[in-house]
């Protein structure tokens, strides 16, 4: 394991001091007796003495996760002047100055400081991933020290020390278990699973056994939701599961979002056009003999009119515009690059645990011997929802069945449901409060049940019995209620239920149907009941558990959010594939992704073990590449499958609600975290998060993501073809020896303040309504594609030319340089007013597009015309822009040369519609 560089200084303990990562002592506690771990850490069962502790303290480090030293908000500002196409401004405003050219070089200085200024105010927040991570530990444990059981702080805790844990504590380090008490551990956190795991401390499993399946371990971070036990400390800090997640988030460079890729070759590909132009240009400008003054003059110009320095602003605005959006269909964006990162995403990597499922165990199937199962409706610990047949509600004779199946389970129950300060509590073992949500569907309450046959005794569950049972008095006799496992039930049975009354045994139907059941992914909890005779000075054991009768068995399933498959399907229409990360089971999770329509075989399903059996990167994508379900996956697993799909060509987005899903979210496009049930790790490391914890939610970020970047390129395509024109316009002039049509700071009242106005009302432009019928974009497809390419050179083209034929017929006509100068810049700004609408759609014709449905490019289009109208008539303007006033006819005349951008486009819009170009 990678060792943290103390003296780097960016991450510190809680202290402050710098953390010191030590190699662990044992690669595998759970493959070694517990006796052998005790050897390898020179510890023993009576813990450690004080100095032998505080010597290890000082060799291992503070037990406390690493805090990621957030960026300060000066390092934040200058960090979005990290741009070539920034760098190609500052060297305009250079340009500029040299020449003394002070207009011009504060209007691009007031264009980088406003887009800097933004664009600090949008990123700058700490980041708390590994803060969120650290509050999973927790602040005291008890240890045994030199056999005295102390209470210490936890971050003192050191590989040999002997930890005690209990009932609601949470495991402060990596403890291999030497000994337990009906202990058992929700490690949902770390391995998605929704079913807490019986420990046994006895076990001693192989290496590579699969992080769910230690049995023998219980790890940091993780909850024990019932019993007791003890065990010796083999990793802190980093060193834990818990802290490999850490060191995933903080260490792993995370995935640049889609907009970010593309938009860097974008702007590399402007510099380097830009800086080819502006040579070439000069060098037939340095051959024809002109002053040098007037060549650096020209290049400012080229520079101004080649790039589009109203982009980084627009870029900002239409993204928080999409930011808004998405808030108002449950998406908070926490990385502005991310509004558009989904809707380019072509693979969703979801968590299954309280992603697709509501991690609730919950029972949806009843069966009784011989008979087809029965359906419990509901997905929530809230008892709504019905026992239904297949031809509906059970019939009074079915009813004889199911009401003492319902009495069993809430006799041999000790979990509580019931009404709390007007909403529904529980707590309790899952399967008993899963048991009482369904018995609770058919009528039967516990607290009623209860008082209605008083409880004499019970038998608690514990991890050796596999069941539990209660005894309790019914009409004067006494009865035993047992729920468990059947292997352990079909023993103690001799009969099982039929309508009107028992019949013998038959076990291997039995086997069968529970078989049946599993093999759908379904947890087989089997219920007995019958009448026992109890001596007044007997104690209620395992030995008086006999002849009774088998009622039935349950089916339980972490269950589908009714509208995980819907949204999956919708994802799939979109051209979004999704795969299911789990740590459950195979068959479980194949059951699930079934219901899904995810997966429909087993060869659609890759483990955890196979995964690790891979040799290289290689053997790694084969397996991923047409995989739909990954199962027994443990955390840093999942890093590996979204880096292996990254590998194979996606763009992918992973969804999640764990801190095992942490790392994989950092390293993904984009990362996806559930509001309500997510842990702050998931939350702190996600792009977005989803404030309803509802999967379909994802596909409204898809559908607003895919909206976003097609206003960012409508917005692009304003500013890019119009700056083309420009340059167009220049080229002429050069060639043919006129002077420069347009002076720079002509040219940056055009580039930001006329289409400024107009670039950030087109970055409202509404859904087209077709988003979702087709597949995201490439992956490798830059913004600049055939389409966008051919639109910008034949717009660009048409409004050059006009422009400049317009310029030298002006002065052939006998009007000064300032005159046709003056034309020229109102004929550009009317070819803008025109052109937004053009930009409208890449395919749709304008006159299709219901002008109202965007009102404010209405309003931006006539304001961008009125202010430059305005500043011909403002003295100081129009001395600094060197313009002036024009007649109703000439505007008119100006009017209809620039309607030739609309008809030339229309004309392309119906050419490719045409042939399906």
């Known amino acids: 394991m990678k060792e943290t560089p103390a003296s780097s200084g960016d991450f510190n303990d809680a202290s402050g001091s710098a953390v010191r990562v030590s190699v662990p002592p044992l690669s595998a506690p759970h493959a070694e007796s517990g006796d052998g771990v005790l050897t390898a850490l020179r510890s023993s069962h009576h813990g450690l003495s004080r100095l032998e502790a505080a010597t290890r303290l000082e060799q291992y480090g503070r037990n406390a996760l690493p805090r990621a030293k957030p960026p300060g908000i000066v390092r934040v500002f200058l960090h979005q002047f990290i741009s070539p196409l920034i760098y190609v401004l500052v060297a305009a405003a250079l340009f500029s100055l040299a020449i003394q050219e002070w207009s011009d070089a504060g209007f691009i200085g007031a264009v980088l400081l406003v887009n800097a200024i933004i664009g600090t105010i949008q990123e700058y927040s700490a980041q708390r991933a590994a803060g969120a991570l650290q509050q999973l530990v927790t602040s005291n444990s008890r240890v045994l020290r030199e056999g005295d059981t102390r209470e210490i702080n936890a971050e003192e805790l050191v590989p040999g020390d002997i930890v005690l844990v209990e009932s609601g504590e949470r495991i402060p380090a990596d403890l291999r278990l030497l000994d337990c008490h009906d202990l058992k551990v929700d490690e949902s956190l770390l391995t998605g699973e929704s079913v807490a795991v019986m420990k046994d401390s006895d076990k001693i499993l192989t290496a590579d056994n699969a992080l769910g399946d230690r049995i023998n371990m219980a790890f940091a971070g993780t909850l024990v939701n019932r019993g007791r036990g003890l ?46 132009a502006a040579l070439l240009m000069a060098g037939v400008m340095l051959m024809r003999g002109m002053p040098l003054g007037e060549i650096f003059l020209f290049a400012v110009a080229l520079a101004v009119s080649a790039i589009p320095e109203g982009l980084p602003v627009a870029l900002t605005v239409a993204l928080a515009i999409g930011m808004r959006r998405m808030a108002r269909r449950n998406v908070i964006v926490r990385r ?118 008083p409880e004499i005794a019970s038998i608690p569950f514990e991890s050796e019995r596999l069941f539990s049972a209660g005894l309790n008095e019914v009409n004067g006799a006494q009865y035993a209620f047992v729920k468990g496992a059947l292997e352990r039930l079909l023993p103690m049975c001799s009969t099982m239920s039929a309508p009107g009354q028992a019949v013998k045994l038959d076990s291997s139907l039995l086997e069968e149907q529970a078989l049946s059941m599993a093999s759908k992914g379904y947890r087989i909890i089997a219920l007995a009941a019958g009448e026992i005779a109890l001596g007044p000075q007997e104690v209620f054991s395992e ?109 992918v987005a992973v969804s999640g609600d764990g801190a095992n899903d942490a790392p994989a979210m950092h390293v993904a496009q984009v990362g996806v975290a559930m509001g309500k049930s997510g842990t702050d790790v998931a939350r702190e490391t996600a792009d977005l998060i989803l404030t309803d914890d509802n999967f379909a939610s994802i596909v409204a970020g898809i559908e607003e993501g895919r909206i976003a970047y097609a206003n960012v390129r409508k917005v ?9 024109a420009e340059l167009v316009l220049f080229t002429l002039a050069l060639l043919t020896g006129l002077p420069l049509p347009l002076l720079a700071v002509q040219l940056l009242w055009l580039n930001l303040v006329t289409n400024g106005i107009q670039d950030v009302a087109l970055a409202f432009e509404p859904a087209e309504g077709d988003e979702l019928r087709h597949p995201p974009r490439p992956p490798r497809e830059p913004i600049f594609n055939r389409l966008m390419i051919e639109r910008v050179v034949l717009s660009a083209l048409v409004m050059g030319s006009v422009a400049f034929f317009l310029f030298q017929w002006l002065l052939n006509s006998g009007y000064t340089v300032d005159e046709a100068r003056n034309g020229t810049l109102l004929l550009m700004v009317l070819f803008e007013n025109v052109h937004v609408f053009n930009c409208r759609s890449e395919t749709r014709s304008v006159f299709r597009l219901n002008p109202l449905r965007n009102p404010l490019l209405l309003f931006g289009t006539a304001a961008a015309q009125l202010v430059h109208i305005g500043a011909m008539y403002t003295p100081w303007i129009s001395d600094v822009l060197r313009i002036q006033p024009v007649s109703m006819r000439y505007w008119l005349d100006l009017l209809g040369l620039a309607l030739t951008v609309l008809v030339v486009m229309e004309f392309h819009k119906a050419f490719r519609r045409r042939f399906e170009v």
């Not at 919950?362 to 297949?390: K, L, N």
């Not at 990954?630 to 979204?642: C, G, N, W």
């Not at 692009?716 to 083309?724: H, R």
Request: hydrophobic residues 45%; proline residues 4%.
């Open 336 to 453: 502005l690059v991310a509004v558009e990162a989904l809707g380019s995403c072509t693979f969703i990597a979801t968590d299954k645990t309280g992603t697709l499922t509501v991690n609730q165990l919950t029972a949806r199937r009843i069966a009784f011997p011989g008979r087809e199962a029965w359906e419990v409706t509901g997905e929530s610990a809230e008892p709504e929802g019905a026992i239904i047949t297949s031809r509906g509600t059970p019939s009074p004779e079915e009813e004889t069945l199911l009401q003492p199946l319902c009495r069993a389970a809430v006799l041999a129950n000790e979990g509580f449901l019931g009404h709390r300060d007007h909403g529904w509590a529980h707590h309790g073992d899952a399967v008993d409060v899963a048991l009482l949500v369904m018995a609770h569907k058919a009528g039967i309450i516990k607290a009623e049940t209860a008082n209605a046959f």
């Open 543 to 651: 030995e008086h558990l006999k002849e009774l009768t088998l009622i039935g068995l349950v089916g339980m399933i972490d269950p589908l959010r009714a509208e995980a498959k819907t949204a999956v399907m919708e994802c799939r229409k979109a051209g979004v594939e999704v795969a299911m990360i789990t740590g459950d089971h195979p068959a479980t999770s194949l059951a699930i992704a079934g219901e899904l329509e995810l997966a429909n075989s087993p060869e659609q399903v890759v483990t955890g073990p196979e995964l690790r059996q891979a040799s290289d990167n290689a053997a790694m994508d084969r397996l991923t590449r047409h995989a739909r379900v990954f199962a027994r996956v443990e955390p840093q697993q999942k890093l590996d499958i979204v880096q292996s799909l990254q590998r194979n060509g996606h763009f």
């Open 716 to 724: 692009i395509f304003l500013l890019i073809s119009t700056g083309a």
């Open 231 to 276: 065990g010796v400390v083999v990793g802190t800090a980093l060193d834990t599961e818990l802290g490999r997640i850490a060191e995933a988030v903080l260490y792993k460079k995370a995935a640049k979002a889609p907009l970010l890729v593309r938009m860097e070759k974008f702007t590399q590909w402007v510099a380097i056009l830009v800086g080819v």
